[in-house]
């Protein structure tokens, strides 16, 4: 039972960060972050969110200023999840380069002659 709990609400997690992030994101064209999986601790305190940046090149530079504005961004969750949770737990960020990893090795069987 408390497996489908913390279920939803790292879902809950993911869908109200990706709303923020779109909306940061707006004012800036051609740059977008998408929240590709949270985990969140058992006990709610500390949730893990991956983030997918486009394009890759600025994801280094866009995970440090997510970083800095960590405080920010928990209190626009707590804004949106209020009614949700009783406690919004600690946030940290992490590049989720898994998209880029795949490109790479679809290039790679590309550029492989066949034989």
């Not at 991956?50 to 960590?70: H, Q, T, V, W």
Request: proline share 3%; no cysteine; net charge positive.
């Amino acid at each position: 039972m408390e497996n489908k709990r913390l279920q939803k609400i790292e879902r809950l997690i993911q869908k109200d960060l990706g709303s923020i992030f779109l909306l940061q994101t707006k004012a800036s064209h051609g740059l977008l972050v998408s929240v590709t999986k949270v985990r969140v601790s058992p006990d709610l305190s500390v949730a893990k969110a991956y983030l997918s940046i486009f394009p890759s090149e600025k994801g280094k530079e866009m995970l440090d200023a997510i970083n800095r504005n960590k405080r920010s961004i928990r209190f626009e969750l707590g804004q949106l999840e209020k009614n949700q949770l009783r406690k919004i737990p600690e946030l940290s960020f992490f590049l989720d380069d898994s998209l880029d990893y795949l490109e790479h090795i679809d290039d790679l069987l590309k550029n492989t002659p066949s034989q």
